[in-house]
């Protein structure tokens, strides 16, 4: 199954910019991703026609408001095939839900001094610092999975690491910095054996290739709406359902109440229970658009077009002179995020040449500082692909790269 790519490139109004006199080649889609027309005129007649709040009216207005939220949850949960919508808990962004397990399925497992935690070396940062504020709450105590040189999660020490002392297991899906796709199966398997909790930090995977949470086996996933052609300000944790109806909530205040007394409170059932205060309801809107996008489509598609993308770019980049490329060599196992080094150049002196010539990438350690320490790097440049990008931006990117060694050589 394919797409037509110029077609796709016809939906985004912003890919007609010139940046600096240059035809704009956008490259920073694991930042943030660019929406198409669909979405930004959903969340327009949404806001013109519909905008209402959203479980707290019986007029027209609260009615169809209501109706647009609850129509985006179901919407998501048939992309990721959750079991049902009640399943999916709408949130700010990746960070809140990965937040919001931190503290309510910490609570919920009632940590203490002996417990453990395990994350890995290759995680972002909010996948790291919950997890850290976590450990310095209960007195549990934090370990990690290390990261090959080729940029694969080391497991070597998996039987070990993961024990009877391991209560939940937090990796990402795919690297935001060396674009490998862990296959966590076996970290599933034996979180599974010893009864620990696993998450898994999916907001490159999710936008990007085909996950089913049933098939991945893990409790919980988090993802975000703006790496997936949808707006900021929404993102999506999806749970087991029996486990969200275990836990507490994470923020408190309206319509995640059950009823209220001066005396004390009793909670909604999930995912009501985590979506205190007015939600998001326009940007849930608008992720509502972008999976219809991405599912007419096909992830299969999305997915086969960035392998190819992929493939070009390292065949490119690996033959331009003094630049090291961090992670896999080859698109088996990865997706379309390719971090490097100039030899010689700081990254934000890439970045700056390549912006003079239209072409956006994104430069610094990305938010996975230990990432960076484990390839002796303080910073690198990274180029991620979607939907949109074609092999001509791929041949900018490097021309770019040849002119900062021009200007730097």
Request: negative net charge.
């Amino acid at each position: 199954m394919t797409f037509d790519v110029a077609q796709v490139r016809a939906d985004f109004p912003i890919l007609t910019r010139e940046i600096n006199g240059h035809p704009l080649v956008y490259l920073d889609s694991a930042n943030t991703s660019q929406k198409p027309r669909q979405v930004i005129e959903a969340m327009r007649v949404h806001n013109e026609r519909h905008n209402g709040n959203v479980s707290r009216s019986v007029h027209t207005l609260g009615t169809e408001a209501t109706s647009a939220y609850e129509d985006a949850r179901a919407k998501v949960a048939a992309f990721i095939n959750a079991a049902t919508p009640d399943e999916i808990v709408f949130t700010k962004n990746s960070t809140e839900a990965i937040n919001l397990v931190a503290h309510s399925a910490g609570q919920h497992l009632r940590l203490q001094p002996g417990d453990e935690i395990v994350i890995s070396e290759m995680e972002h940062h909010s996948n790291i610092v919950p997890w850290q504020l976590l450990c310095e709450r209960t007195g549990a105590t934090l370990r990690w999975f290390g990261v090959t040189d080729d940029g694969r999660l080391d497991e070597s020490q998996l039987e070990t690491l993961v024990n009877e002392r391991t209560k939940l297991v937090s990796v990402v899906h795919m690297s935001n910095v060396l674009g490998t796709i862990n296959d966590v199966s076996r970290i599933v398997a034996r979180a599974r054996e010893v009864g620990a909790l696993v998450l898994l930090d999916c907001s490159q995977s999710v936008p990007h290739l085909p996950v089913d949470v049933r098939t991945l086996g893990a409790d919980f996933i988090a993802f975000t709406g703006h790496k997936m052609l949808g707006p900021t300000g929404i993102g999506v944790l999806w749970g087991r359902y029996s486990l969200l109806a275990e836990m507490p909530p994470f923020l408190a205040g309206g319509s995640m109440i059950e009823t209220v007394t001066m005396g004390g409170t009793t909670y909604a059932a999930p995912p009501a229970r985590f979506e205190a205060g007015t939600p998001p309801i326009a940007e849930a809107v608008g992720l509502g658009a972008a999976v219809d996008y991405l599912t007419g489509l096909g992830m299969e598609a999305v997915h086969q077009h960035e392998q190819d993308i992929t493939a070009y770019a390292l065949k490119t980049l690996l033959d331009v002179p003094g630049v090291r490329l961090f992670g896999p060599a080859t698109p088996e196992g990865r997706g379309g995020t390719l971090s490097f080094g100039v030899d010689g150049v700081h990254p934000h002196d890439v970045g700056q040449v390549l912006d003079a010539l239209g072409v956006e990438v994104r430069v610094g350690h990305h938010c996975a500082k230990p990432t960076c320490v484990r390839f002796g790097v303080p910073a690198m440049t990274r180029a991620s692909f979607y939907l949109y990008t074609t092999t001509d931006e791929i041949d900018d990117l490097a021309r770019g790269l040849d002119q900062v060694k021009k200007v730097f050589g």
